[in-house]
């Protein structure tokens, strides 16, 4: 389709027309953004106000006689000049970019970033254990201080760190341009020893909010939190938050936990002095920490002096007049100890319970104080030589309330309750009596009291005596092992075992009959958690060190199963035999005025002795032995355990022993022959006022004569402290005055 003249063409708005040119030469065009068009190029030989066919395609070849073009008089499109790249628009744009970049992450920052983690110390998580009463026990982890405000601190304390640490800290916005220099500088000429250009809001948002990573990108992150912290915080809080979670060695954070550590004081209340020591300790906290480099810590002391100086906050005569800082640090004895046994066993626990935490946490125990001295005390003048010693108690649910692991736990941390796996003896047969009693038996069921073999086993009582036909509650009161062993026999070990797993013993237990007087190796935890559940009258009790409203596996337990309940007259049988022990048997040195249970244990050679039982609302395990699995002399479990666990009892329940008994006048022994009756037969009378012979017998073994006639017929010896002793000693004068 042809235009009309003077009417453009469409397709090509740019191009121009020979009327318009004006004489101009036209130059060759190329659209440069649609490449699906022909590009129009203009043509000789067009005059004005001609134009070609609009479906006529131009076919223009390069070609021809003599290198010329096809069609004759055809020219070659004109190529474009190139532009040059213009830099400094892309260089602003870029800065453009950037900023745009770093608006956005400083409000990304301000949305996603806590301030209040700038208040948090990057100590490891530190955990105060207290006592039920609320009485702390322990600290595990760091000691961290509450936050100081800087607007309350004597001037001298913030200028001593303000002048070692970032002297333009009020003239910056988070980054020192000046500062950094200054320290490359250094670090490029010293030759030796590197100087730091981070400001103290770099260190804080390093130690708030990053790692200790020396890498770029750990750098960029940190200067770029510097900023934000500059833009939401003022000056003064940003220096209290770094005071009040800077690291001061010895494991303390902050600068009230490091006054009150080093100087007994609190940070409102420093000199001079102490401020400029502590300021000193930043650097190389670990290295510096006055308690273990007192030197080092006074050197770097008199550069924060002499740093103070020139910066104008002191002058030279006040710098003259500052004298080494005196240490003034806690006792031991008034500080948390990191660990006990008790502490050092329901830690892992507790730290479930408490999660992950950058702060410290105090989590609640069981454990009862006022019983827990009680343990010790006792533990102390039971006279054990050299033996070691061991001690639970629990509440019947199975609430631990008082631990003791060994004779002294800074000597040995081993816990020698909850870690050592040591044989309990005949302590075991709780569970093969708890067995006989489900198969049928009765207390009063008769079982022999015979010397025994079960294949190449041939087990004796410890004291070499067999009673013959007895009851099964004597068999338990006396300990037979013979019986015993007859027991396991009848029943089957799988019997045996099955009744120590459902009271709670979990370690591995041997596959042949010796198990049945405690070959097999436990712990006195799970021993004494066992006896507590026939206290509590269901199984199992599983010891805890929280309290139920902070145990963490307390749901798991639940979705487990509850406890079992013991049959009522299984219970009353098994809690009958377990009291005749301590009333008649092995355990009689364990008697205590008011009911009590429990039964003895005593492996080969004395190597361990044990007693556990319970009274009241206690249920306690007391074991001695040695380290080495040598033997203890003279070692039994009615003894020295039965002992110790009756006296912590008594401290425990506060009971008050009975006077120990006299021995009545007719004493009748297992013959039933009565004392009286000896004496009356050889001529020996005795009462309150003493002793009298009959010496009539005497003189008829004496030939008559003057011997004979000197031997009395009777003699009486009057007892101390009677009348009859105080008239012999002290025999009446005679009246003169009556005298006749």
């Not at 770099?202 to 833009?231: D, H, M, P, Y």
């Amino acid at each position: 389709m042809a235009r009309e003249p003077g009417i453009p063409d469409s397709r090509f708005p740019l191009r121009r027309d020979g009327a318009d040119d004006d004489g101009v030469q036209p130059q060759g065009w190329r659209p440069q953004g649609r490449r699906d068009k022909r590009e129009p190029i203009w043509r000789p030989g067009i005059g004005a106000g001609e134009s070609t066919a609009p479906h006529e395609p131009y076919r223009g070849r390069y070609g021809g006689a003599g290198g010329g073009f096809d069609g004759g008089d055809d020219l070659p499109p004109a190529v474009p000049a190139k532009r040059g790249i213009r830099w400094g628009r892309w260089i602003v744009r870029g800065l453009a970019v950037c900023i745009l970049l770093f608006i956005a992450a400083v409000a990304w920052l301000a949305i996603t970033a806590p301030l209040s983690k700038s208040l948090r110390p990057p100590a490891p998580p530190s955990i105060t254990l207290l006592a039920s009463d609320g009485t702390p026990i322990a600290r595990r982890g760091a000691v961290i201080g509450k936050p100081v405000d800087v607007s309350k601190l004597p001037d001298h304390v913030a200028q001593a760190f303000i002048a070692i640490e970032d002297r333009r800290f009020y003239n910056h916005w988070g980054v020192d341009p000046r500062g950094i220099a200054r320290a490359a500088f250094h670090n490029v000429s010293s030759g030796g020893g590197s100087q730091g250009g981070s400001t103290i809001t770099q260190q804080l948002a390093k130690n708030a909010f990053l790692n200790s990573r020396r890498t770029f990108g750990r750098k960029a992150q940190e200067v770029l939190i510097a900023f934000w912290l500059e833009a939401w915080l003022s000056k003064d809080e940003i220096l209290s938050r770094y005071l009040s979670n800077v690291y001061f060695g010895d494991n303390v954070y902050g600068l009230r936990a490091a006054a009150q550590h080093y100087f007994s004081t609190s940070p409102e209340h420093l000199t001079l002095s102490q401020a400029t020591l502590l300021a000193g300790l930043v650097k190389a906290p670990s290295r510096l920490a006055p308690t273990g480099n007192l030197d080092g810590a006074r050197e770097r002391q008199r550069l924060v002096i002499g740093a103070m100086q020139e910066a104008g906050f002191i002058t030279a005569a006040e710098a003259r007049r500052v004298r080494p800082a005196m240490l003034h640090v806690q006792d031991s004895d008034e500080r948390l100890p990191n660990g006990t046994y008790f502490a050092d066993w329901v830690l892992p626990e507790a730290r479930d319970r408490a999660g992950g935490v950058a702060t410290e946490q105090t989590v609640t125990t069981t454990l009862d104080t006022r019983l827990q001295n009680a343990a010790e005390r006792v533990i102390k003048a039971s006279g054990l030589g050299k033996a070691q010693v061991a001690l639970v108690a629990m509440r019947p649910d199975g609430r631990v309330v008082a631990m003791v692991g060994g004779r002294n736990y800074a000597a040995s941390p081993f816990n020698r309750a909850t870690q050592a796996r040591r044989q309990p003896g005949s302590a075991f047969k709780l569970f093969v009596y708890l067995a006989a009693l489900r198969s049928g038996m009765t207390p009063d069921t008769m079982v022999d009291d015979t010397p025994v073999q079960i294949g190449d086993w041939k087990p004796s009582n410890s004291d070499g005596r067999y009673a013959g036909r007895i009851t099964l509650r004597q068999a338990m009161a006396k300990s037979s092992n013979v019986v015993a062993a007859r027991l396991i026999q009848k029943l089957g070990v799988g019997r045996v075992t099955q009744a120590a797993r459902d009271l709670g013993i979990s370690t591995p237990l041997g596959n042949d009959a010796s198990i049945a007087l405690g070959t097999s190796t436990g712990s006195l935890l799970e021993l004494t958690a066992a006896y507590a559940a026939v206290a509590n009258g269901s199984y199992p009790v599983r010891p805890r060190g929280l309290d139920e409203e902070e145990s963490a596996d307390d749901w798991l337990a639940r979705r487990l199963g509850g406890p079992s309940r013991f049959d009522e007259r299984l219970l009353e049988d098994l809690r009958s035999m377990l009291e005749t022990v301590v009333q008649s048997g092995t355990g009689r040195s364990a008697a205590l005025p008011v009911p009590a249970f429990g039964k003895t244990g005593t492996t080969q050679d004395g190597r361990d002795a044990l007693f556990v039982g319970w009274a009241g609302d206690l249920v306690v395990g007391v074991w001695i032995g040695n380290d080495d699995n040598s033997p203890v002399s003279g070692a039994s479990g009615g003894g020295l355990p039965a002992h110790i666990w009756r006296d912590f009892m008594v401290r425990a329940l506060g009971l008050t022993l009975p006077p120990v008994p006299v021995e009545p006048d007719n004493v009748i022994d297992e013959n039933g022959i009565v004392l009286d009756d000896v004496l009356n037969s050889a001529g020996v009378q005795v009462d309150e006022e003493g002793v009298q012979l009959d010496l009539g017998r005497v003189r008829e073994l004496v030939p008559e004569g003057e011997v004979r006639d000197a031997i009395p017929r009777n003699l009486r010896i009057p007892a101390p402290g009677s009348d009859a002793d105080r008239r012999r000693r002290d025999p009446p004068r005679e009246d003169p005055e009556g005298e006749e």
